[in-house]
T-cell receptor
């Protein structure tokens, strides 16, 4: 599976859009991009995933660049409850093993 | 629906003791996983079970054994606990072992080995 690189930490003002980047320059054609988050010491929570098209759901949007070497998770109107560690994961179709790196610690500032 | 339930939530062991972490899911999921998370680190996969009757090693399987008792239950056993196994253990399940990796996690089991 392709390796991912995320900034260790970010801050975002409450009510603003939080844009979390992820670099996956070695991604291959059959690898998906997944995003999870972990609030405090809870178990991680699935947010969204995509292959090459942009995706949106009720929680977030996922923007994948045309060359698929990077992606951005967008939380459109961040709230204090979005403070968490966000994990970007790349995994190929059919692989059981999701590998969580150290992620980005996002802090929403009132 | 309870989702994924782990027991116990907290446990303190002495070095050399054994114990089993229990995990059960009520979502009729095929796949189940055990992860550990050490302070300040991401989750590392210990073992997983793609379907009832099968288990496979993850990144850090040494010192652990697992049993997929039935479709609902997946247990993790420490035969002889070591201080290096002090960690938070998360069980997870997913509906499909192939298509979508939407994992549902339990609340975690906090294990301290003295």
């Amino acid at each position: 599976d392709a390796k991912t690189t995320q900034p260790p930490s970010m801050d975002c003002a409450e009510g603003r859009a939080a844009n979390l980047p992820c670099n996956h320059s070695t991604i291959s054609g059959n690898e998906y991009v997944y995003w999870y988050r972990q609030i405090h010491s809870q178990g991680p929570q699935y947010i969204i995933h995509g292959l090459k098209n942009n995706e949106t759901n009720e929680m977030a949007s996922l923007i994948i660049t045309e060359d698929r070497k990077s992606s951005t998770l967008i939380l459109p109107h961040a709230t204090l409850r979005d403070t968490a560690v966000y994990y970007c994961i790349v995994v190929y179709f059919g692989n059981e093993k999701l590998t969580f790196g150290t992620g980005t610690r996002l802090t929403i500032i009132p | 629906n309870a989702g994924v339930t782990q027991t116990p939530k907290f446990q303190v062991l002495k070095t050399g003791q054994s114990m089993t972490l229990q995990c059960a899911q009520d979502m009729n999921h095929n796949s189940m996983y055990w992860y550990r998370q050490d302070p300040g680190m991401g989750l590392r996969l210990i073992y997983y079970s793609a379907s009832e009757g099968t288990t496979d090693k993850g990144e850090v399987p040494n010192g652990y054994n697992v049993s997929r008792l039935n479709k609902r239950e997946f247990s993790l056993r420490l035969e002889s606990a070591a201080p290096s196994q002090t960690s938070v253990y998360f069980c997870a399940s997913s509906e499909s072992s192939v298509v979508v990796r939407e994992l549902f996690f339990g609340e975690g089991s906090r294990l301290t080995v003295l």
